[in-house]
């Protein structure tokens, strides 16, 4: 089992930046294959991919996002970090960590990003 906690959400203008944090209660990234990342669902909308980053190293940035999010992570802190700027309005959502590993996927409780127009 893994546990995973979001912080890092919240209320922001557009054109602002928030960063999420996502930390799991073990080591993801010290076996190949696995993954971290986020998602998002908005109302009435399917969970979509914002972005993941792979043991390797290999990152994956959803269109919608290209360009101003960027993912990172501290493998000592067992951490993903999902940067975004210039936010718009139709970033607002729920935004989900993620872990996919070999032995399943496990996914946080979420974290609300509303952007103001």
């Known amino acids: 089992q893994v546990q995973l906690v979001e912080s890092g959400g919240g209320l922001v203008q557009a054109g602002g930046s928030l960063r999420l944090s996502c930390a799991a209660s073990r080591s993801i990234f010290s076996i190949n294959a696995n993954a971290m990342g986020w998602y998002r669902q908005a109302p009435g909308k399917q969970r979509e991919l914002v972005a993941d980053?792979?043991?390797?190293?290999?990152?994956n940035i959803g269109d919608s996002v290209k360009g101003r999010f960027t993912i990172s992570r501290d493998n000592a802190k067992n951490t993903v970090y999902l940067q975004m700027n210039s936010l718009k309005p139709e970033d607002t959502a729920v935004y989900y960590c993620?872990?996919?590993?070999?032995?399943?996927?496990?996914w946080g409780q979420g974290t609300q990003v509303t952007v103001s127009s």
């Open positions: 993620n872990a996919r590993m070999i032995g399943g996927v496990y």
């Open positions: 980053i792979t043991s390797g190293g290999r990152t």
